[in-house]
């Protein structure tokens, strides 16, 4: 238990020691407050998690041939397969505004020269 | 709640291949929480009903309050009704898996401390020796509760200042709560064995100490391994690819047993509740299989977002985790005592969902296998052309879920025909 518990504090506070993205500003909780209220991660993941029947938004932001312009009229209109969520303008540029922040974190895809022979990467 | 979750299981899934139908009426961002929640409800209520029940016999000579045992129920009950109509009036606002507002927790956690207050006031009164179960039930109801308080520590905005670190925690949370229930359906599982094979020793062996050892370490540390390719600390990663990998004296322990388990089998087969325990062995087996696997991080860097984790999480809670559970309410039901046209149609479910629940695993690892294939190793950049292949294999899942909810459903409904005859009859106290 005791262990437990230290592990679990070392988790909190050193678990993230790069924060890439940096503390999120207004605009940044906002979107994510828009993505939970919406539940789009039931469809769509950030790093893997979450739902499988959109593609994962981790990096989308800085994708090659994608990005905030591409992004837009996906949320605001939806597609055959995602429905529009009828999000006001502000809405739509705050959860852009929290995508953008996510890519700064990390890369979702990871490279095949990351894995050692332990298995471990 | 296991209906409702293999109905919205089956329209999930459905929603899945033709979203351009049910986007019209119910789509499918509105559909998963209805089956997740179910399904995460049923698992932790049926837990926890059979606990309630069984303390009764195994807790003797203590006070007991079933104003205390009602209080839970109620507050539970209601606040699960509450969650479901949020969810069908689109108010979300949590993560994943738990979608409700999360105001909707405290209602949770209140009713959880007034069952845990019924459980451990006469578990303290009790002075004799506590059998093995007895401690899987107490660290899974006091791990549940820790669990349960670090999902919601994202509302505080310090866990919020990174996003690598909250989703760190989330998952952190997620994976030991997954643990912390696996000790109370264990548990569970175990007595039934002490009382089907009427030998009480077996709940009180050094190797079964011992196990319980191994599961409660893996519980507090290997939850890392949901979590691989986010961009944390490296020792998070370590940490949970080494627990894990002690998993494999689970795995070694059962191909040991497998003799002595057979001979068990041939004895006690006749006994319903047994053979849902015996086939959740084989699904442990299975599933255990496949979590080796795609725990070590070079293999779950082609797994991770796949449908493999969909395997690994239904395999489980269906195939483990539901078995026991049937199993435990078939005994509390008293479902050998029950007409022989009942036994039939149980046993008719049962085969039914064993074997739809086979091509279904296989299914979603096939499916898992091909998305895989193609996004890692071939590198395929665009998700529709990477999904092609897959949703065709998604359609035989689909088709598989179909059987599986008939043949579990089943059971739910002949189990329900007969609560409500207990139920008149004040037999037992089932919520």
């Known amino acids: ?121 | 709640m296991l209906v409702t979750s293999l109905l919205c299981g089956l329209l999930s899934s459905f929603a899945f291949l033709y979203p351009e139908i049910f986007n019209k009426y119910i789509p499918f961002y509105q559909l998963r929480p209805f089956h997740v929640s179910a399904a995460l409800f049923w698992i932790i209520s049926a837990a926890t009903a059979g606990v309630m029940h069984y303390k009764k016999e195994v807790l003797i000579n203590s006070q007991m309050k079933k104003k205390h045992e009602k209080l839970f129920i109620v507050l539970w009950i209601s606040t699960i009704l509450i969650i479901f109509s949020c969810y069908a009036l689109k108010i979300f606002g949590g993560r994943e898996y738990w979608e409700f507002p999360p105001i909707l927790s405290l209602p949770l956690l209140i009713s959880w401390l007034v069952f845990m207050f019924s459980f451990y006031k006469p578990l303290f009164q009790s002075k004799e020796k506590k059998p093995l179960y007895v401690w899987m039930w107490a660290t899974g109801i006091f791990f549940f509760l820790i669990t349960f308080l670090e999902q919601n520590v994202w509302l505080i905005p310090w866990f919020r200042s990174s996003f690598i670190k909250e989703v760190t925690i989330q998952w952190k949370s997620n994976g030991s709560m997954v643990g912390a229930w696996n000790q109370i359906i264990y548990g569970t599982a175990l007595y039934l064995m002490v009382l089907i094979g009427g030998d009480k020793k077996i709940a009180e062996t050094k190797k079964a100490f011992f196990f319980y050892f191994l599961g409660f370490t893996n519980l507090m540390f290997n939850w890392g391994h949901h979590i691989y390719n986010v961009p944390n600390a490296g020792w998070i990663r370590n940490t949970a690819y080494i627990i894990s990998m002690t998993e494999l004296l689970f795995f070694v322990n059962i191909i040991m047993d497998f003799k002595s388990k057979l001979d068990e089998k041939r004895k006690f087969d006749h006994i319903i509740p047994y053979r849902f325990l015996i086939a959740a062995e084989f699904w442990v087996f299975a599933n255990l299989t496949l979590a080796l696997l795609i725990s070590v991080p070079a293999i779950n860097r082609y797994t991770h977002g796949t449908h493999i984790t969909v395997a690994h999480a239904m395999g489980a809670t269906i195939g483990i985790n539901t078995m026991i559970l049937l199993g435990s309410l078939g005994y509390i039901l008293q479902v050998d005592q029950q007409s022989a046209t009942k036994k039939r149609w149980i046993n008719i479910g049962y085969w039914i969902s064993q074997i739809s629940l086979g091509i279904f695993w296989i299914s979603l690892i096939f499916a898992g296998i091909l998305k895989g294939y193609r996004s890692v190793k071939l590198n395929m950049d665009n998700f529709q052309e990477v999904m092609s292949p897959v949703m065709t294999v998604l359609k035989i899942f689909s088709l598989s879920g179909v059987f599986l909810a008939v043949g579990l459903g089943i059971i739910a409904i002949n189990y329900i025909i007969m609560l409500n005859g207990k139920s008149k009859d004040n037999d037992i106290n089932v919520p």
């Not at chain 1, 070392?10 to 678990?15: D, K, N, Q, S």
Request: with cysteine; aromatic share 14%.
């Open chain 1, 1 to 121: 238990m005791v262990s437990f518990a230290c592990f679990s504090w070392f988790v909190y506070t050193h678990g993230d020691d790069n924060n890439k993205e940096g503390t999120p500003n207004q605009q940044v909780l906002a979107g994510w407050k828009v993505w939970q209220d919406n539940n789009c991660q039931s469809c769509h993941q950030l790093y893997g998690l979450g739902g499988y029947m959109g593609p994962d938004l981790t990096n989308v932001a800085t994708q090659t041939g994608k990005g905030p312009s591409y992004m837009e009229p996906y949320i605001k209109y939806g597609t055959g397969r995602m429905p529009s969520f009828h999000l006001s303008d502000t809405d739509v540029h705050d959860l852009i505004g929290f995508l953008k922040w996510v890519d700064k974190s990390g890369q979702s895809k990871l490279s095949e020269g990351m894995n050692q022979q332990s298995g471990s990467f």
